[in-house]
């Protein structure tokens, strides 16, 4: 599947980022209707959670794949090796093209657990995990970050997962510590350029870090065109309509269109879902017009969909 996107897009592909709780299917139908990323990616899914037959329903529910999805990569995290590898066949078998392992999410709960970031001061557990990934027979890519406590950590840890014989690389970079703040350290990617081409040349290199759209992505690309792809996150809460090549202020009417879409398929395919979780999404859309703080009041004090539709059409 790399090769296939590396030969279509060469000079840099674009990504949405996986944000747990934002992109699930419907928000990924949502993006796709706004101005689509080359590439699609999942939000986590925990293995230990598919591997066990009371969470597989939940598991399979957030690696649901809809249609004109590819190419879309899963993504997955945990800590046993095994449940990793069961995972893997299962994603397989449902049409995934490529697996990505989670190794860099800061959220305390994931690395409580020995997920996420924690696999940073764990190498060896990290590779077992990547060998156990690989046998289902897809292309293994790793999300990381720089380094869990100092932004000094980078070289070694981004130098063993070079040797890991990765399909692609995907570094967020700042340290577990860091969170999202302060700048994404990109005075070090001409150094983590040359230990890749040193180590790994044939390892794609993909970019995480306060890319807010596709205009900057490619700016960043045309400055280190060793670069393979840039990946947009938070970008999606400041302007929906990201991924255009070339994006501009969206317009009220806009927004309120692509929001109405949404609200639609929340209605439709999500009634497993408490209503809350869709309230998450209203800054996305309601924001920087008249009125917008009052509209975002009222719309979170709704209690479903067709309500919050209701409170638009009032608009």
């Known amino acids: 599947m790399w090769d296939i996107i590396k030969r279509k897009h060469p000079n840099g592909f674009s990504i949405l980022a996986p944000m747990e709780g934002v992109t699930n299917l419907n928000f990924r139908k949502v993006m796709r209707k706004a101005g689509r990323p080359d590439v699609f990616w999942t939000e986590f899914t925990n293995v230990s959670s598919?591997?066990?037959?009371?969470?597989?329903?939940?598991?399979?529910?957030?690696?649901?794949?809809?249609?004109?999805?590819?190419?879309?990569?899963?993504?997955?995290?945990?800590?046993?090796?095994?449940?990793?590898?069961?995972?893997?066949?299962?994603?397989?078998?449902?049409?995934?093209?490529?697996?990505?392992?989670?190794?860099g999410c800061p959220d305390k709960n994931v690395v409580k657990s020995g997920g996420g970031s924690a696999l940073i001061r764990d190498p060896e557990l990290a590779a077992r995990i990547i060998a156990a990934t690989k046998k289902a027979g897809l292309p293994v890519s790793v999300k990381t970050r720089l380094g869990f406590s100092s932004v000094g950590e980078w070289k070694n840890w981004i130098g063993f997962l070079l040797k890991q014989d990765l399909a692609a690389l995907t570094i967020h970079l700042r340290?577990?510590?860091?969170?999202?703040?302060?700048?994404?350290?990109?005075?070090?990617?001409?150094?983590?350029?040359?230990?890749r081409a040193e180590i790994a040349p044939k390892t794609l290199l993909i970019v995480n870090g306060d890319v807010k759209n596709t205009t900057?992505?490619?700016?960043?690309?045309?400055?280190?065109?060793e670069i393979d792809g840039f990946m947009i996150g938070r970008g999606v809460f400041e302007d929906p309509f990201c991924f255009k090549t070339t994006p501009k202020k969206p317009s009220r009417e806009e927004l309120m269109k692509l929001l109405k879409y949404h609200l639609k398929l929340y209605a439709k395919n999500s009634e497993d879902l408490a209503y809350d979780t869709m309230k998450r999404f209203f800054k996305v859309y309601v924001r920087d017009f008249p009125g917008a703080s009052?509209?975002?009041?009222?719309?979170?004090?709704?209690?479903?969909?067709?309500?919050a539709l209701k409170a638009l059409k009032k608009l």
């Open 50 to 103: 598919f591997a066990n037959p009371k969470g597989r329903p939940n598991a399979i529910k957030r690696l649901k794949i809809g249609r004109h999805e590819q190419p879309i990569v899963a993504q997955i995290w945990g800590v046993r090796p095994d449940d990793f590898t069961t995972t893997a066949n299962y994603l397989r078998k449902i049409g995934y093209k490529a697996i990505d392992i989670n190794m």
């Open 216 to 225: 900057a992505g490619k700016t960043l690309v045309e400055k280190y065109p």
């Open 294 to 307: 009052e509209l975002r009041a009222n719309l979170m004090e709704t209690k479903s969909p067709k309500e």
């Open 175 to 195: 340290t577990r510590k860091e969170m999202s703040t302060p700048a994404a350290h990109y005075e070090l990617l001409p150094e983590i350029i040359e230990l």
